[in-house]
């Protein structure tokens, strides 16, 4: 699967980058391992979706042990 990630736009303008999932995979393992991450966690996300935050912070550690992301907005 690739993952098409927005930049923040220094320039001005937002430019596409795309990852392949691997990418984030073995970064997502460490942070399992480094919080303790199981099944009966909650991972409170306040990136928006498209920010590199949320797939390597919140969405792959969730989905590598099985736990919920909850989206919250400020």
Sequence with gaps: MKI???TSGSTG????VTHD???FYKPAQFLC???ELTKED????????????HWAFCFFPAQLVG???V????
């Design 4 to 6: 098409t990630i927005f």
């Design 13 to 16: 303008e937002q430019k596409a």
């Design 21 to 23: 999932e691997t990418d």
């Design 33 to 35: 391992n480094k919080w």
């Design 42 to 53: 909650l991972i409170l996300n306040p990136f928006p979706a498209w920010t590199i935050a």
């Design 67 to 69: 736990c919920e992301v």
């Design 71 to 74: 989206n919250i907005n400020f």
